[in-house]
């Protein structure tokens, strides 16, 4: 069974379809089920504890992490405000104090 995307209002997870709409019971919004922008796949992307991330929220790093091309390491703790979530293998675009711009991947994270 294909799981149907939370409410783009409420985000809430009792949405139905009622012919090709999704349709949320709680707030009565719809939208058409084909229309997938980026704020419903930034949605999607979890955190490391299976916590939903958003754009501006502050996460903490789980990990030591190498930065590459440079001898400079993100360490366990460091606590990154104001992330913005893209598409891709590296999910998260944030800037760090001290490295400056960097990606990162959700799954090194935890919501802070």
């Known amino acids: 069974m294909n799981e149907l995307p939370p409410c783009?209002?409420?985000k809430s997870a009792y949405t139905y379809l009622d012919g090709s709409l999704c349709?949320?019971?709680e707030c009565a919004h719809e939208w058409s089920v084909d229309a997938v922008d980026e704020t419903e796949v930034s949605a999607l992307i979890k955190d490391a504890n299976g916590n939903m991330l958003h754009d501006g929220d502050s996460?903490?790093?789980i990990k030591d992490l190498k930065v590459k091309g440079s001898s400079a390491v993100v360490k366990?703790?460091?606590k990154v405000k104001n992330i913005r979530l893209v598409e891709g293998d590296h999910n998260i675009d944030c800037k760090?104090?001290?490295i400056g711009a960097m990606k990162l991947k959700?799954?090194?994270v935890k919501k802070a």
Do not use: D, L, M
Request: charged share 5%; aromatic share 6%.
């Open 8 to 10: 783009t209002e409420c």
């Open 96 to 98: 760090i104090a001290g």
């Open 106 to 108: 959700s799954i090194f």
């Open 23 to 25: 349709v949320c019971p």
């Open 76 to 78: 366990v703790g460091s």
């Open 59 to 61: 996460v903490v790093v």
